[in-house]
């Protein structure tokens, strides 16, 4: 490794996080990217902490170790984007393995560099027609949640024959799971539901994946959230979190969408409420990434601390003594995956901690990636790879034989129950803790 050796092997202080300083010129700066590339890797190949994590790592090592030098000064630039190809931004090896990244000298911020260099691509050629779509996806929840539409939806995405026609013009895997679309949506469902006087008040920011494909779970959080008298209801109005635009670098749709949801999430901080999803990817976009993204935005900050995972309001209220404990229904044993994008938040793993509330439940947590992401296991390109990366997920469930299979993330939940030869289906912890109420 070319980088001169410190006095120590990483930081010992708590990961902190630079602003993204993507309205800059000089992060749209393709020599100045690939300068930054170039020192980054050459950090990476002389560690090899992450090369588990995800097909990043394994990819960039791989051109290291065949290049003429087997130095990172060996590895042509044009291949610099295959390593970013293949980050989804799950955040793991920032948070959970790199030694080097601020406080440390070296500043490496692997996920938010992958970003950068998504972002430069995108505003050099655009996207494609198929990533165009999958990120769209409150324009297509929209189209085929319509009434009798979504029935002909979900017919053809189960039809072999139309798979097949996806995956060679759309390149959409014919193997990969695709959600179900429901109506009436989660918006439809709930929007009778209305916070009155209780001390503690929650707006539900339904999500894409929650309103469309999802709806169930929201019915189930109103149900908990009412039995332990915290106030609920839906964010008036809303889009998509960005989330799935941030992963494909359109950070200026990031942004038009930010600009919609940031004013009329703040008005709701500003009358006592706290916010939530059921999603944990939408949840950590407004605790961490927009934040990031506009630094000096002082309504982003609002609502950056009052957005809470379900989970993490939940077991703050059992702290104070708050939460009921009148459960009428054992769980068992619950074999539990821990999406990437909770665990990054920091705040532990409070659904396992409620979970373990119920009488006669026992959790066993998974924490590894599904290696689902918003749209790489979907891709043509990327399925195979996503599948390799969630099967030693699926194997643990198998030999765990639990009761029930769970994880904060619909999408990490269903590709992991479909590699697994054990699951019959996946729940989300909200969803069990309603069953253990018995409501």
């Known amino acids: 490794m070319s980088q001169e050796k410190t006095n120590r092997e990483g930081s010992l202080e708590a990961p902190t996080r630079h602003p993204l300083e993507w309205q800059s010129e000089d992060f749209y700066n393709e020599d100045s990217l690939n300068k930054e590339l170039e020192r980054v890797y050459d950090i990476c190949h002389g560690c090899r902490r992450c090369v588990n994590l995800c097909q990043s790592f394994p990819t960039l090592f791989d051109l290291v170790d065949e290049s003429d030098t087997m130095e990172v000064d060996g590895v042509d630039k044009a291949d610099y984007k295959k390593v970013v190809d293949e ?7 920032y948070m959970t393995k790199c030694p080097y990244v601020p406080p ?3 500043n490496v911020d692997f996920p938010h560099l992958m970003l950068r260099a998504k972002a430069v691509n995108f505003k050099k050629n655009g996207a494609s027609l198929r990533d165009k779509v999958l990120t769209s996806t409150d324009t297509v929840g929209k189209m085929a949640t319509i009434p ?18 996806l995956q060679s013009q759309l ?9 179900t679309y429901y109506s009436p949506t989660m918006r439809q469902r709930l929007k009778s539901s209305k916070a009155g006087a209780e001390s503690v008040k929650v707006a539900i920011f339904t999500t894409c994946y929650g ?21 609920v209801e839906l964010v008036p109005s809303e889009c998509c979190c960005g989330m799935p635009k941030l992963e494909l670098g359109d950070l200026e749709t990031v942004k038009r969408h930010k600009e919609i949801n940031i004013p009329i999430l703040a008005r709701l901080v500003d009358q006592g409420f706290n916010i939530t999803a059921i999603v944990p990817s939408c949840v950590l976009m407004f605790k961490q990434e927009l934040p990031l993204m506009f630094p000096d935005d002082a309504e982003v900050k609002k609502v950056q601390q009052a957005f809470v995972d379900p989970f993490e309001l939940l077991f703050r209220q059992h702290k104070e003594g708050k939460l009921k404990l009148d459960f009428k229904n054992p769980l068992g044993d619950i074999s539990y995956h ?43 390109e990327s399925h195979e790879k996503a599948v390799k990366i969630g099967r030693p997920v699926a194997r643990k469930v198998d030999q765990a034989k639990a009761d029930h299979f769970a994880s904060d993330c619909p999408m990490a939940a269903g590709h992991i129950a479909h590699l697994a030869e054990s699951v019959d289906g996946a729940q989300h912890p909200i969803s069990l803790l309603r069953k253990a109420y018995g409501l």
Not at 87 to 93: E, F, M, N, R, T
Not at 345 to 352: D, E, F, T, V, Y
């Open 211 to 231: 309103n469309y494909n999802s709806p169930q779970i929201g019915e189930d959080l109103v149900k908990v959230f009412q039995h332990n008298g915290i106030g």
């Open 171 to 179: 390149g959409v895997h014919e193997k990969a799971v695709v959600p």
């Open 87 to 93: 980050c989804y931004l799950c955040d793991i090896c």
């Open 104 to 106: 440390h000298e070296w």
């Open 338 to 380: 821990v999406a990437c994008h909770l665990r990054v938040q920091n705040i532990g793993l409070k659904a396992r901690d409620v979970l373990h509330l119920v009488p006669d439940t026992k959790v066993q947590a998974q924490e590894r990636c599904s290696g689902h992401d918003g749209t790489y296991a979907v891709k043509l």
């Open 148 to 165: 009798v539409v979504n029935t002909m939806v979900n017919t053809f995405n189960q039809n072999s024959g139309f798979r097949k026609l």
